[in-house]
């Protein structure tokens, strides 16, 4: 994800911190919500990694000023980030959370030894999440968007 975005996120966090400064935002989150192991024949598991990203950004952003964009709210900027289509040719925007799972599971993981399918279903969510706020430099109240994909692979037990 820090390769397809860089410096547009202030922070990428392995796992969800539940409470985020407000100076951490936006943020991106990576998360391995299970796996699951079968064994297999000729000593070897099949396995099945379930991950979340999540695009976290801070609700609060849309109250700032005296005018609210109806076309730049939060809500918006956080589709925008997950599945925006290239206008011109249909395609998931390389610059968004399921182009680049799209992008690296053509390019990255399914060449490497092992791997039978990056993500060969996606579930998204959006919505808005309470997050317990310490003191005023937390974000109490977050916009986001879940992307919840499987990476399939073998493991050799021997």
Do not use: W
């Not at 399921?98 to 998204?124: C, H, M, N, W, Y």
């Not at 808005?128 to 005023?136: F, G, K, L, Q």
């Amino acid at each position: 994800m820090k390769d397809t975005f860089g410096d547009r996120f202030s922070t990428y966090y392995d796992g969800d911190p539940e409470s985020i400064p407000t100076f951490n935002l936006p943020c991106l989150i990576v998360t391995q919500a299970s796996a699951e192991i079968m064994e297999s024949a000729m000593n070897e598991d099949d396995v099945t990694d379930s991950i979340t990203v999540k695009v976290v950004l801070n609700k609060r952003d849309d109250f700032t000023g005296d005018k609210v964009d109806p076309l730049n709210l939060t809500d918006k900027r956080i589709r925008d980030l997950v599945i925006q289509r290239d206008t011109a040719t249909g395609q998931y925007d390389e610059l968004t959370v399921v182009g680049a799972i799209r992008k690296f599971g053509i390019d990255g993981l399914r060449q490497d030894e092992g791997i039978t399918a990056v993500a060969p279903s996606l579930s998204i969510e959006y919505g808005i999440n309470p997050r317990p706020a310490e003191n005023t430099t937390f974000a109490d109240i977050t916009a986001e968007g879940h992307v919840t994909f499987s990476i399939q692979y073998s493991l050799d037990t021997d």
